[in-house]
C-alpha cells in the first residue's frame, strides 16, 4: 500500500530534504507550502506538482509525465520532464530538460538554462521515465499570457554556473549521491538553444539506430566542442522513408534500410568551418558506420531546416 505522506514534502521551512535513487521509483509527488528549503528528488517520477512555494532550490529527476509550478516565486531549479508549465509564478530560475515546448502563463521575471547534470544512476532513470536525453527544447518557451511591451521571460547567463542556483545537497544522507554538475559530463548535453550563433555556418550529423548510437553521438559531441564548435540542439526522432527523402534528398536511397531499426539521433553544430570538420571527424572516427553530414556549406543549413522542421510537426511541436 502506498502512503502518499512518502511521496510529499509539504510545510516545511529551513530545511533540507530529498529522496534517493530507487526511493520514488515513478510514483506521482507533491511539493507545497515550503519556505527557504533545499530539496532534492535523486530518482524518477510520474508527475510533479510544486505549489505555495518561496525561496527554494529544486532538484527534479527525470519526470516521465509533467511538472507544474504554480504560485512559486524566488525559486532556484534543475528539472527534466516530458512537458513543464508555470502558472501565476515570480522569478524562477530553471536548469531545464523538457521533451516538448516549455509553457508559462501568467508568470514574470522567469529565466531559462539548459539542464547539465550528472550522478550514476541518472541516464537509467532518464529510460525508465521514458526521456530522450537528446530532446531538449529548454528554451523555446511558449508564452501563453504575453504582455505587450513586456517580456516575461528570458534566457540565462551562458556563465552561469549550477551550484551558484542549485548548490550539491549537505545533508549526510543526500550527500551519497555522487552528483557532478559539469557540463562535459552532463547526462544531457548543453546546447545553445535559442541563443545567438557565433557564426551562420551551421552543420547536421545524423546518427541511425544501433548499440552505440548514444555513446556515438556524445563522441561526435565531445570532438566538435572539444575544437570550439558549438552544439546547437539535438533531437532523436522516428523517421520514415519519406521523411528520409526530404531530410536526405538525392542519398535518402543509401539511409532509408536503416531507418527501419529505429529512431535517428541528429545534432546541429555551429562555427566557422564545421561542415568540414564534422565531416572529417566522422570519417576519421566512425569510418565502419554510416553517418549522414551535410555536403557543404551551402546545403547544410537546409538539410538543418529540413530536418528541423520535420522533427517538429512529428514532435507535434
Known amino acids: 500500500q502506498i502512503d502518499p505522506k512518502d511521496y510529499t514534502f509539504a510545510g516545511l521551512k529551513d ?22 528549503c533545499k530539496i532534492y528528488i535523486f530518482d524518477h517520477s510520474a508527475t510533479i506538482t510544486i505549489d505555495d512555494c518561496v525561496n527554494c532550490q529544486i532538484f527534479l529527476g527525470p519526470v516521465k509525465g509533467s511538472v507544474f509550478f504554480r504560485d512559486c516565486k524566488d525559486c532556484k531549479c534543475m528539472v527534466a520532464c516530458q512537458q513543464f508549465r508555470t502558472r501565476d509564478c515570480r522569478k524562477l530560475e530553471v536548469f531545464l530538460c523538457c521533451a516538448t515546448q516549455p509553457i508559462i502563463e501568467s508568470s514574470t521575471g522567469m529565466k531559462f538554462g539548459c539542464f547539465q547534470y550528472y550522478y550514476p544512476e541518472l541516464a537509467l532513470q532518464f529510460k525508465d521515465a521514458g526521456l530522450s536525453i537528446f530532446n531538449n527544447t529548454w528554451s523555446n518557451i511558449h508564452d501563453f499570457t504575453p504582455v505587450s511591451g513586456e517580456n516575461n521571460w528570458g534566457l540565462l547567463p551562458e556563465t552561469a554556473v549550477v551550484q551558484d542556483y542549485v548548490p550539491l545537497p549537505s545533508s549526510e544522507e543526500l550527500k551519497a549521491v555522487r552528483i557532478s ?3 562535459a559530463k552532463s547526462i544531457i ?3 545553445r538553444g535559442q541563443r545567438q550563433k557565433n557564426s551562420d555556418e551551421s552543420c547536421l550529423a545524423v546518427f541511425f539506430a544501433g548499440d552505440y548510437t548514444t555513446a556515438n553521438a556524445r563522441k561526435l559531441i565531445d570532438e566538435m566542442t572539444s575544437k570550439g564548435f558549438q552544439l546547437v540542439q539535438t533531437k532523436e526522432v522516428v523517421m520514415k522513408a519519406e521523411d528520409a527523402h526530404r531530410v536526405f534528398q538525392q542519398s535518402a536511397s543509401e539511409f532509408i534500410p536503416l531507418l527501419e531499426k529505429g529512431p535517428v539521433v541528429a545534432l546541429e553544430f ?12 566522422v570519417n576519421e ?4 558506420t554510416k553517418v549522414f553530414v ?4 551551402a546545403s547544410a543549413s537546409q538539410d538543418v531546416d529540413n530536418f ?4 517538429d510537426m512529428q514532435m507535434g511541436m
Open 285 to 288: 572516427v566512425f569510418s565502419g
Open 189 to 191: 548535453p548543453v546546447t
Open 15 to 36: 530545511e533540507t530534504v530529498g529522496r534517493l535513487p530507487g526511493k520514488v521509483a515513478g510514483q506521482q509527488f507533491v511539493i507545497q507550502d515550503c519556505e527557504n
Open 308 to 311: 528541423y522542421n520535420f522533427a
Open 181 to 183: 554538475t559539469d557540463a
Open 294 to 297: 551535410s555536403e557543404s556549406k
Open 270 to 281: 555551429s562555427g566557422d568551418g564545421a561542415v568540414e570538420q564534422c565531416r572529417s571527424t
